[in-house]
T-cell receptor, first 113, second 119 residues
Framework: GNSVTQMEGPVTLSEEAFLTINCTYTATGYPSLFWYVQYPGEGLQLLLKATKADDKGSNKGFEATYRKETTSFHLEKGSVQVSDSAVYFCALSDWGGSEKLVFGKGMKLTVNP | GAVVSQHPSRVICKSGTSVKIECRSLDFQATTMFWYRQFPKKSLMLMATSNEGSKATYEQGVEKDKFLINHASLTLSTLTVTSAHPEDSSFYIC???????????????FGPGTRLTVL
């Protein structure tokens, strides 16, 4: 079945450091890919998405490109802030009538001032 | 985006008792809601899809008699963990589906989760 593998962390960075969180997937067909973020005490929020190969999703300075040839969707940010401290989940859609999501294990990021 | 609430945020119960968790869509009517379970250091696992006015669709390996789902209105879905045992202790998260109508993706909006501890 479909699956998502991502870096697990936890990861601690200093403010303004470069961030990469690797995510690879296994899927049949042509899934959509997502990054969700969970801030402390809050529910998961959609950070960005890409629905077809070579699409680039971007939001809040984060970017990820849908790479079909490497089955990857790595998340990057050039300069992280303390407010980026959260848990990041990579996910793909698994169409089954409704848009069922398959998640990676999540990675906790802590950014220190 | 949509606002989704869950109640309670935390619950501790004795083994053998039943616990009800509510998921509410506060600002739009949700035909479809999802229930997930999250184990420590593991990903969210979809348990079931809750459809308003009809029976829930359970994922393989999820006991429907153990985890009762009722989606009685367009703003409320409940998950009842029946005869809870310590192995049911987990973080339960719901989401609501908002059909976009404009793209192929129906975005999900997540609740903050409910931490269940069974003693």
């Amino acid at each position: 079945g479909n699956s998502v593998t991502q870096m697990e962390g936890p990861v601690t960075l200093s403010e303004e450091a470069f961030l990469t969180i690797n995510c690879t997937y296994t899927a049949t067909g042509y899934p959509s890919l997502f990054w969700y973020v969970q801030y402390p005490g809050e529910g998961l929020q959609l950070l960005l998405k890409a629905t077809k190969a070579d699409d680039k999703g971007s939001n809040k300075g984060f970017e990820a490109t849908y790479r079909k040839e490497t089955t990857s969707f790595h998340l990057e940010k050039g300069s992280v802030q303390v407010s980026d401290s959260a848990v990041y989940f990579c996910a793909l859609s698994d169409w089954g009538g409704s848009e069922k999501l398959v998640f990676g294990k999540g990675m906790k990021l802590t950014v220190n001032p | 985006g949509a606002v989704v609430s869950q109640h309670p945020s935390r619950v501790i119960c004795k083994s053998g008792t039943s616990v009800k968790i509510e998921c509410r869509s506060l600002d739009f009517q949700a035909t479809t809601m999802f229930w997930y379970r999250q184990f420590p250091k593991k990903s969210l696992m979809l348990m079931a899809t809750s459809n308003e006015g009809s029976k829930a669709t359970y994922e393989q390996g999820v006991e429907k008699d153990k985890f009762l789902i009722n989606h009685a209105s367009l703003t409320l879905s409940t998950l009842t963990v029946t005869s809870a045992h310590p192995e049911d202790s987990s973080f339960y998260i719901c989401s609501v589906e908002n059909p976009s109508g404009l793209s192929s993706y129906n975005e999900q909006f997540f609740g903050p989760g409910t931490r269940l501890t069974v003693l």
